[in-house]
């Protein structure tokens, strides 16, 4: 018959190792547990050592109701339940009684204390009170615990001696230290120890760069030591502190292709499930916007809308913020049925979820519990116990789950303590920089040294332990790698660690090259001359010189002649901004309407609308304003009371449409906007522009599309009509800002409304060097559209004038502008099609939408825009024209 035998251990990892050890030899009826778990076991089997987890969020359920005297002013703040559950730990694991310590702070904390146990579990005990009832049972141990074996500790915590002790008179006790540090309270004991001389392992320091360097390092030597035979079981990477790593050690691991396990977890954020709470906390944070429900919905796995299509989004407006419930609500009503994937309306089910998070973070529990399941909920749960709602972006960062790999078959990353516990072959350990390794000793938050010694509340401090560890490590290895990092992350000098300042070191340089490179990335850098024939990097080094030639290089802008792609766009009808781009940045044209790139998006919630926004606000207020007053007897002979009724409600309904479909400022900026778009269409209607005999009015009318979509309104002509500019073979596409037509459509006045400044010598502008073309095109267009015999007046009217300046500019020679127009245009279609597109006079401009696509360097504007003058030939020269 197999007897029982313990094995008592000191951390997860070291637990694990033994399990998977006991389990390779066939062994039966090995018990493997801590010291609490052993007290627990012995005082009675359905008694369990306190889960700090449940410790704290019991601290945070009972803070409010106990006077904390002096601390009473920081009891309610986010960090005090942790703070509260650190304390008690090292109180307990001490074997300190707060009670008589005779302090009205600790007088607090043991009020607290008490009613704190009162209210765990009636299963979970402090460690005193195991060890109290242990050692009144401790007559089973021989059948309840066997020989015992102590592996892995170089120390123990006071509140478990006197046990341990206890039971070395009972049964076999074994110490098995091997060449770790043997504590001096064994030496009077009945235990065992089982003691082995040190190993004298080869030992290399290394100087790194930074802790990126140091990692990069640390993948290179395992990869050589996998080259060489040795099995990834026997490797180990470690720090006194792993968090300070984690994500260099995350991204190298992903990027070396190599799997190595995280001892501690890696953080719960790097994860879908992790994604899918931050998801939720982003919303509930941060507010409701359409962006944040479209990543949080196809993440979570409960609530309503687990079985929503995920092309459910198409009913709603792609550009809509969509911030707040009301806003969702209007968007999806006006949805039919028909839109929605499967045929079925889910407006209610999306509402109900819309309108929980609407709430904010008062629902955050509600929200997680409707939305979230599995692992998912877990994980939120664990988040609102460490801290309130409002704080879940921090303590959703600090989450760690278990990464699904197993450490007895690779290598692992992992804390010092842990690994010195289960000791490896061949390890590696970073960090090894003063302050860091040893790391300072600090007071506890709550009970500073004066009011009880550190010595007492904390008998077995980090630096102390750290320098076991080392030692521990180092004695139990084959090889050891140390490493320190020269600068840390804000390029501050860093000195090592006194506990290596014996050891000669090893200079790396950042660019060093590797004998063995951990990742493809890391290979090519380390191999110039290969990495050079790589396309990326002939194209690159072909891109850089170019930028730096003074000539015009297909990487400024020479392109294949006559393109199919721009002669396919030159041939649909263009409208008078992008005629105005390919007259004055050519490239730009090729990137926006050639490639389709798009500037990148505005945020949910700009800071203000710019200028360009800001003109559509206006236009958009102008058109209904006016639809209502043609409505209503003409704009012609509406009083001044009318225009603005007219504008009050333009100006709702605008607002309403804006916020479904794109994102506003804050409301007391979009407030102040709106009523600066509502003043400036009143000053735009307001304009004392005599009226035309039984003149007719329109706004915003379009003409010459190729895809016309009926609006409703009763126009002037056809949408469709082509309109061609003379000599050009190019058709002319756009909305004009306000038409009047007189009733015998023999005289019409077309204004292009400015919403921006009132520029200088206005009075001369004919295009403007190309950059004003709305006026003669759209007057021309117009020209064509209601056939000959009508008289066209063309003007551009600044309605945030100045009181006593002029506000209208008539175009004096519409034939002669518009032959200006047509050469120019020619010019620019012949060079562009010649496969001559660089940059233009734009291209500096403070509203070029593509700049970030330029070479960052300011001398580069500088050194081509002259040449691209002298490339472009007649193209360039409508730069200069009034």
């Known amino acids: ?521 890391d290979r090519l850098l380390a191999r110039p001359s290969e990495f050079s024939h790589l396309p990326i990097a002939v194209s690159g080094l072909a891109c850089w010189r170019d930028w730096h030639r003074n000539e015009i290089t297909p990487h400024d802008g020479l392109i294949a002649p006559a393109h199919a792609r721009l002669s396919k766009l030159l041939e649909r009808p263009l409208s008078a901004t992008s005629l105005k781009i390919l007259l004055r940045d050519p490239i730009r044209f090729v990137w926006r309407y050639g490639l389709g790139w798009k500037a990148p998006e505005d945020a949910d919630e700009p800071l203000t609308l710019d200028p360009n926004a800001f003109g559509t606000f206006v236009h958009a207020v102008l058109r209904d304003a006016v639809e209502l007053l043609e409505g209503d007897g003409g704009i012609a002979s509406a009083d001044p009371e009318r225009i603005e009724a007219a504008l009050a409600d333009a100006r709702d309904r605008a607002v309403a449409k804006w916020e479904d479909a794109q994102p506003v400022p804050p409301d007391v900026i979009w407030h102040s906007t709106t009523a600066r778009g509502h003043a400036l269409a009143a000053a735009a209607l307001g304009y004392g522009l005599g009226p035309l005999p039984n003149q007719k009015t329109w706004c915003e009318i379009p003409f010459g599309k190729a895809d016309p979509k009926d609006d409703g309104r009763d126009l002037p002509w056809s949408l469709n009509a082509p309109v061609e500019i003379p000599g050009t073979g190019l058709l002319i596409e756009g909305q004009i800002d306000r038409l009047d037509l007189s009733g015998d459509r023999s005289r019409a006045r077309v204004i292009d409304y400015k919403t921006g400044r009132l520029g200088k010598k206005m009075n001369e502008v004919v295009i403007k060097g190309g950059a004003e073309l709305q006026r003669c095109l759209y007057a021309f267009a117009v020209k064509t559209l209601l056939g000959g015999g009508v008289t066209i007046e063309a003007s551009l009217l600044y309605p945030n004038a100045a009181e006593g300046d002029r506000a209208v500019f008539p175009l004096a020679d519409l034939d002669g502008a518009l032959a200006k127009v047509s050469s120019a245009v020619v010019a620019s279609r012949d060079a562009m099609l010649s496969g001559v597109a660089p940059l233009g006079e734009d291209a500096a401009g403070d509203y070029n939408d593509h700049a970030f696509a330029l070479p960052a360097n300011p001398g580069y504007l500088q050194r081509k825009l002259p040449l691209a003058v002298i490339k472009l030939g007649p193209a360039a020269a409508v730069w200069e024209e009034p």
């Not at 065992?192 to 640390?218: I, T």
């Open 1 to 521: 018959m197999q007897l029982r035998r313990t094995v008592v251990v000191h951390t997860i990892l070291a637990g694990h190792m033994v399990r998977v050890d006991a389990a390779r030899r066939n062994e039966a009826g090995v018990q493997v547990v801590t010291m609490g778990q052993l007290a627990a076991r012995l005082a009675g089997g359905l008694l369990q050592p306190v889960d700090l987890h449940v410790l704290t969020e019991t601290v945070s359920d009972t803070l409010p109701d106990v006077e904390m005297g002096e601390l009473e002013p920081i009891k309610e703040l986010p960090g005090m339940p942790a703070a509260v559950t650190a304390t008690f730990d090292k109180a307990w694991r001490a074997g300190v009684d707060l009670s008589v310590v005779g302090h009205p702070r600790t007088d607090a904390l043991a009020a607290l204390e008490q009613a704190v146990v009162q209210r765990l579990p009636a299963s979970m005990k402090r460690p005193g009170d195991l060890v109290e009832m242990a050692l009144r049972r401790i007559g089973h141990a021989p059948a309840v615990i066997g020989p015992l074996e102590i592996q892995g500790h170089s120390e123990m915590s006071p509140c478990w001696r006197p046990l341990l002790i206890a039971l070395a008179g009972i049964i076999p006790v074994s110490w098995i230290a091997g060449p770790r540090h043997v504590p001096d309270w064994l030496k009077a004991s009945k235990v065992e120890v089982m003691a082995l001389p040190p190993a004298e392992p080869p030992v290399e320091v290394f100087s790194c760069a930074n802790q990126v360097h140091e990692v990069g390092e640390a993948f290179r030597w395992m990869r050589a030591l996998l080259v060489k035979g040795v099995s990834a079981s026997d490797i180990a990477i470690a720090a006194s502190s792993p968090g300070d790593y984690d994500d260099h050690m995350f991204s190298t691991a992903r990027d070396a292709n190599l799997q190595i396990h995280f001892v501690h977890g890696v953080k719960a954020l790097t994860t879908r499930d992790g994604q899918a709470v931050a998801a939720l906390a982003e919303v509930l944070v941060k507010g409701l916007s359409q962006e944040r429900v479209r990543r949080l919905l196809p993440l979570t796995q409960g609530g309503p809308l687990r079985d929503l299509p995920g092309e459910w989004t198409r009913v709603l407006p792609v550009d809509a913020p969509l911030t707040s419930a009301e806003r969702w609500e209007r968007v999806l009503t006006q949805a039919d049925d028909a839109e929605w994937p499967d045929g079925k309306n889910r407006t209610a089910d999306v509402m109900e979820v819309i309108r929980l998070l609407d709430r904010g973070t008062e629902s955050a529990e509600l929200a997680g519990e409707t939305l979230l399941s599995g692992v998912q909920r877990s994980l939120w749960r664990r988040a609102l116990r460490e801290g309130p709602a409002q704080a879940l972006p921090v303590t959703l960062a600090s989450l760690r789950i278990e990464d699904g790999i197993e450490p007895a078959t690779n290598a692992i990353w992992t804390s010092a303590l842990a690994l010195a516990s289960s000791p490896r072959s061949h390890v590696w350990l970073l960090g090894l920089n003063a302050g860091r390794w040893p790391r300072r000793i600090s007071e506890d938050r709550l009970i500073p040294d004066h009011v009880l010694p550190i010595e007492q509340l904390d008998p077995l401090p980090v630096a102390d332990g750290d320098k076991r560890d080392l030692k521990t490590i180092v004695r139990m290895a084959q090889s050891v790698q140390i490493s320190f990092s020269r600068r840390d992350a804000e390029g501050r000098m860093l000195g090592r660690s006194p506990l290596i300042s014996d050891l000669t070191g090893t200079y790396l340089d950042r660019a060093g090259t590797p004998e063995h490179a951990f990742s493809e990335a």
